[in-house]
C-alpha cells in the first residue's frame, strides 16, 4: 500500500474477526490532529440486527482490540483500538456514526490470529537529522568529462550499505543508508528519482517484540541526536519487517516479508511538524564517525544512571517553542542531577553553605569542573560562573525570591546551561576527553563500561 500523509481518506469494509458477525463500511482518515481515526456509520435501531455488534462497541465504549479494514488500495491492520466517540440519532432515515482510534495501524495484513498483539521482528524509522549526523549514502556517482572537461555521462551505483550495528541492552541496533528507485511517466514528463535516506534499525534477540519496546530504544539514540544538535527532532516513519507480514504470490507462495509502514499513536505529532531547512538543522556537536560504536554502547549502558539528566534537558532542547526560564529550569535540573551522578570534585568546597552544605551552585560546579572548557575572559572563574547559573535558577524557580531575574541575564543563563548540558551528553558517550579540549589530569566523567562515579550506588532509573 502506499504511503498515507495527513489528509488521506481510506472507505473500506471493517471485519472484528467474531465468527458470524457481518462486515460493516468505515472509513480511515489519517487527520493531523487526531492521528489514525476510523468512522463506522451504523443503525441504532434495535430492530435492526446487522448493527448490534456495532452498536454494543459503542454504547458499551469497548471496540474489539483489533480488526482489519479491507480497502480497494488493501488491507490496513488495526491493533489495540480504543473509542474515540460517537453520535446516535434515532428514528427517521439517518444513519449514527462512532469513531476509533487504534494505537498502531500497519497497512498490511497479517497471518495468524486477528486477537494476537501486534510484534515486531524488525523495525526501522526515519529521525531528522539522521542523514547529516551518520553521512551515509547508498548511492554513489561517476561523471564523465570530454575534453573540456563539459559533462558528458552520469553513471549512478545504487548499493548496499552495512552502516554500523551495536548492542543497546537486549537489542541490536543499526543505522544504515538505503535506497529506493522510482520511474515516472506522464504524456509530457519522464523522470526517475532516487531517494537515498539513512534509518535506524532494532532488533531483539529474544525475537519479536511489541512497538514500544523498539520505540524506547530507537528514542534514546534520537534523544542523543538532540543533545548534539541542540533543536528539535522528530520520528517522520517507522516500518516493520515481520515473518507474519508476508507478501505472496497468487498461489500462496510467501516470496519476500516486505518493509511495511506502521502509524503510531505516539509518534504522528512528531510528523506533522514542518521539516527543517539544512540551515536550521544545523551541525552536530559531533558526527556519528566521531561518536562511535563504543560510543552508542557507553550512551545506552549508561542511560538508566543519567535518565534524570538526559530527560528533562532532551524535553527541553527537542521543543520549537520554549520561554527562556523553561530552558533555565529544565537544564539546571540536569545540571543538579549530573553533579550527584559526578560526585566530589577538587576546590568545589567554596560553593558549599555558611553551615558547610552542597548548594545548587555545588552541582552545577562539578559539572563545569569535569568538562573543564575554556571560558571566555569575562567569565572570572568556574565558582562564579557555577553561582550566576545556581541564582538565576534559584530565582527563577522559588515563589519567594520575588520579580523573575532580569530577562537578558535569564538569556546568557540559559544559552550558557544549553551548552553545558550538550557537553555533558558527549562525556556520557565516553568520548568527551577525545573530542574535547581537556586540561593536564583530566579523567573521563564517564568510563564506557558504565558508571563511573566513586562511592555511590546506581539509583534506579525513573519513569518518565
Same mark, same amino acid.
Given at each position: ?65 483489533? %480488526? ?54 524488525? %523495525?526501522?524509522? /526515519? ?32 548499493? /548496499? ?126 558526527? %556519528? ?176
Amino acid at each position: 500500500m502506499r504511503r498515507l500523509e495527513f489528509g488521506d481518506s481510506l472507505s473500506g469494509l471493517l471485519i472484528d474477526g467474531v465468527e458470524d458477525t457481518p462486515y460493516v463500511g468505515a472509513n480511515f482518515q489519517l487527520t493531523r490532529d487526531s492521528g489514525a481515526i476510523v468512522e463506522v456509520p451504523y443503525l441504532s435501531s434495535p430492530g435492526v440486527t446487522q448493527f448490534s455488534h456495532v452498536q454494543s462497541w459503542f454504547n458499551d465504549q469497548a471496540p474489539p482490540t483489533n %480488526m482489519l479494514l479491507l480497502t480497494p488500495e488493501g488491507t490496513i491492520s488495526l491493533f489495540d483500538i480504543a473509542w474515540s466517540g460517537h453520535s446516535e440519532n434515532w428514528g427517521g432515515r439517518r444513519a449514527s456514526i462512532g469513531s476509533v482510534r487504534p494505537a498502531l495501524a500497519v497497512l498490511g495484513d497479517r497471518d495468524g490470529a486477528l486477537a494476537d498483539p501486534l510484534l515486531i521482528g524488525e %523495525m526501522r524509522s /526515519r529521525i531528522d537529522g539522521l542523514n547529516e549526523w551518520s553521512r551515509l549514502s547508498a548511492v554513489s556517482s561517476d561523471s564523465g568529462t570530454d575534453e573540456e572537461g563539459r559533462v558528458q555521462s552520469v553513471t549512478m551505483l545504487l548499493h /548496499r550499505d552495512d552502516g554500523i550495528t551495536w548492542q543497546q541492552g537486549g537489542a541490536t541496533m543499526a543505522i544504515r543508508a538505503g535506497w529506493f528507485h522510482s520511474p515516472a511517466q506522464d504524456g509530457y514528463n519522464r523522470k526517475t528519482t532516487v531517494d537515498d535516506n539513512v534509518h535506524i534499525e532494532s532488533k531483539f534477540s529474544s525475537g519479536p517484540m511489541p512497538f514500544w519496546e523498539h520505540f524506547v530504544e530507537q528514542r534514546k539514540v534520537a534523544n542523543l541526536l538532540v543533545f548534539l544538535f541542540g533543536r528539535p527532532l522528530s520520528f517522520r516513519e517507522h516500518k516493520l519487517r515481520d515473518d507474519r507480514f508476508a507478501a505472496r504470490m497468487n498461489g500462496g507462495r510467501v516470496y519476500e516479508h516486505p518493509l511495511t509502514e506502521v502509524i503510531s499513536r505516539s509518534t504522528y505529532r512528531e510528523r506533522r511538524t514542518e521539516l527543517p531547512s539544512k540551515k536550521e538543522l544545523g551541525r552536530p556537536l559531533a558526527h %556519528m564517525t566521531q561518536i562511535g560504536v563504543e560510543g552508542l554502547s557507553a550512551w545506552s549502558d549508561n542511560y538508566g544512571v543519567w535518565e534524570r539528566f538526559i530527560l528533562p534537558s532532551a524535553s527541553v532542547l527537542g521543543r520549537k517553542e520554549r520561554f527562556i526560564e523553561d530552558v533555565v529550569i529544565s537544564t539546571s535540573m540536569s545540571m543538579e542531577a549530573a553533579g550527584r551522578i559526578l560526585g566530589e570534585r577538587p576546590g568545589e568546597r567554596a560553593t558549599y553553605s555558611q553551615r558547610g552544605h552542597k548548594t545548587t551552585a555545588t552541582y552545577v560546579y562539578r559539572c563545569l569542573d569535569g568538562l573543564d572548557v575554556l571560558w571566555p575572559e569575562r567569565i572570572r572563574d568556574r565558582i562564579g560562573l557555577a553561582r550566576a547559573i545556581a541564582n538565576n535558577y534559584n530565582n527563577v524557580k522559588h515563589y519567594d525570591r520575588g520579580d523573575f531575574p532580569d530577562h537578558d541575564e535569564s538569556y546568557v543563563v540559559s544559552e550558557v546551561n544549553q551548552m553545558i548540558v550538550r557537553l555533558l551528553a558527549i562525556h556520557i558517550t565516553g568520548r568527551g576527553n577525545d573530542l574535547l579540549a581537556v586540561g593536564w589530569g583530566y579523567r573521563p566523567l564517564v568510563s564506557t563500561t558504565g558508571w563511573a562515579a566513586p562511592n555511590r550506588p546506581p539509583r534506579p532509573a525513573g519513569k518518565r
